[in-house]
T-cell receptor, first 111, second 114 residues
Framework: NAGVTQTPKFRVLKTGQSMTLLCAQDMNHEYMYWYRQDPGMGLRLIHY???????AKGEVPDGYNVSRLKKQNFLLGLESAAPSQTSVYFC??????????FGQGTRLTVV | GNSVTQMEGPVTLSEEAFLTINCTYTATGYPSLFWYVQYPGEGLQLLLK?????DKGSNKGFEATYRKETTSFHLEKGSVQVSDSAVYFC?????????????FGPGTRLSVLP
């Protein structure tokens, strides 16, 4: 009964380094999302996917890339990390108009 | 566009007080409405939902009624506990939309004092 699993849970990067956050869901959901959460800003959508092989930009896509090569996985990449990308990142999945299931979050610090 | 507006927080209450967190929405079509809760250090969890007008979602003593005429989905609880301290997010999900499916409000932080 895993639901949505994010890895890693914590990471510290130096400015300019790259990394990939992995999101995996075992509910056969079509929709997957990456959000960032910053103090006082609520949830902001970075990128989302409506199915395997598809991705689309959300509200704050700059500096991030995503891939959905398999239906169950949604990867978020940072090619050259910046301090402004210090945040908590949440992945979520859902079916159309169904409830969204969230991962536990990844706390990323860029120094 | 589609949006969700919530009352500004933080909200601080004493234990056993009555809670209302206001939520209003703007949406094309006929959305489903949700309240999510985020406890410290955790992801968001579904608290309750409603899929059509006049539906009442309820869970753990919390209630919210889908009011189409006022485009609102206010969260209420008759007697809060310290364990209810969390951030509450109102959200909508759009019908037949092959783009972004969910729109979240900014969240309202609730602190309940013993």
């Amino acid at each position: 009964n895993a639901g949505v699993t994010q890895t890693p849970k914590f990471r510290v990067l130096k400015t300019g380094q790259s990394m990939t956050l992995l999101c995996a869901q075992d509910m056969n959901h079509e929709y997957m999302y990456w959000y960032r959460q910053d103090p006082g800003m609520g949830l902001r959508l970075i990128h989302y996917s409506v199915g395997e092989g598809t991705t689309a930009k959300g509200e704050v896509p700059d500096g991030y890339n995503v891939s959905r090569l398999k239906k169950q996985n949604f990867l978020l990449g940072l090619e050259s990390a910046a301090p402004s990308q210090t945040s908590v990142y949440f992945c979520a999945s859902s079916q159309l108009q169904g409830r969204a299931f969230f991962g536990q979050g990844t706390r990323l610090t860029v120094v | 566009g589609n949006s969700v507006t919530q009352m500004e927080g933080p909200v601080t209450l004493s234990e056993e007080a009555f809670l209302t967190i206001n939520c209003t929405y703007t949406a094309t079509g006929y959305p489903s409405l949700f309240w999510y809760v985020q406890y410290p250090g955790e992801g968001l969890q579904l608290l309750l939902k409603a899929t059509k007008a006049d539906d009442k979602g309820s869970n753990k003593g919390f209630e919210a009624t889908y009011r189409k005429e006022t485009t609102s989905f206010h969260l209420e609880k008759g007697s809060v506990q310290v364990s209810d301290s969390a951030v509450y997010f109102c959200a909508l999900s759009l019908p037949g939309n092959y783009g972004q499916n969910f729109v979240f409000g900014p969240g309202t932080r609730l602190s309940v004092l013993p």
